[in-house]
T-cell receptor, first 110, second 116 residues
């Protein structure tokens, strides 16, 4: 099983729709979880951290399921500007590594 | 917010030359810096982790003699691609972890290396 696994997509979604991504991780000792957004040939930018209780930031909601070892990202009322690659990031293990998923590509269609 | 400066943003060089990429944390102290490589349409791949004042830890498959990493201060890490070849052409990104906000990573803007 890969350390951090994401569906590569692409997800082609009409503007205004709701879209959800999942990400699974293999190391049960992981403590830190994040979603990053990366635009083409740019550096990743932190979208949001993911907490055990779940967290929401505007149109974005992130949740963590430790029992099943996955995190999710929900985007409501999607905008054209949401088109990007979304990276799932897991860290906080004993070796202090931070592992990136391969990313999920999202295209918002007008 | 915290800023990480990476330069150069783009390098074109001849095969066999060495290229140095700098990564600086501008307003925080970075005890740990990470170097990644990203080939077109592929994910970020961690190359190495560097801690200030100690030797870098390289990921499996990354040649430490080819990719020299120096993290001599809390604000500067450098990656030198020695004797670059066309297959080293890639997008290299650094990130830094703030020692007081250790959960967050701050990324440089990346360096596009093209080896002719």
């Amino acid at each position: 099983r890969k350390e951090v696994e994401q569906d590569p997509g692409p997800f082609n979604v009409p503007e205004g729709a709701t879209v959800a991504f999942n990400c699974t991780y293999s190391n049960s000792a992981s403590q830190s979880f994040f979603w990053y957004r990366q635009d083409c040939r740019k550096e990743p930018k932190l979208l949001m951290s993911v907490y055990s209780s779940g967290n929401e930031d505007g149109r974005f909601t992130a949740q963590l399921n430790r029992a099943s070892q996955y995190i999710s990202l929900l985007i409501r009322d999607s905008k054209l500007s949401d088109s990007a690659t979304y990276l799932c990031v897991v860290g906080g293990t004993e070796d202090d590594k931070i592992i990136f998923g391969k990313g999920t590509r999202l295209h918002i269609l007008p | 917010g915290a800023v990480v400066s990476q330069h150069p943003s783009r390098v074109i060089c001849k095969s066999g030359t060495s290229v140095k990429i700098e990564c600086r944390s501008l307003d925080f102290q970075a005890t740990t810096m990470f170097w990644y490589r990203q080939f077109p349409k592929q994910s970020l791949m961690l190359m190495a982790t560097s801690n200030e004042g100690s030797k870098a830890t390289y990921e499996q498959g990354v040649e430490k003699d080819k990719f020299l990493i120096n993290h001599a201060s809390l604000t500067l890490s450098t990656l030198t691609v020695t004797s670059a070849h066309p297959e080293d052409s890639s997008f290299y990104i650094c990130s830094a972890r703030d020692q007081w906000r250790s959960e967050k990573l701050f990324f440089g803007s990346g360096t596009q290396l093209s080896v002719l």
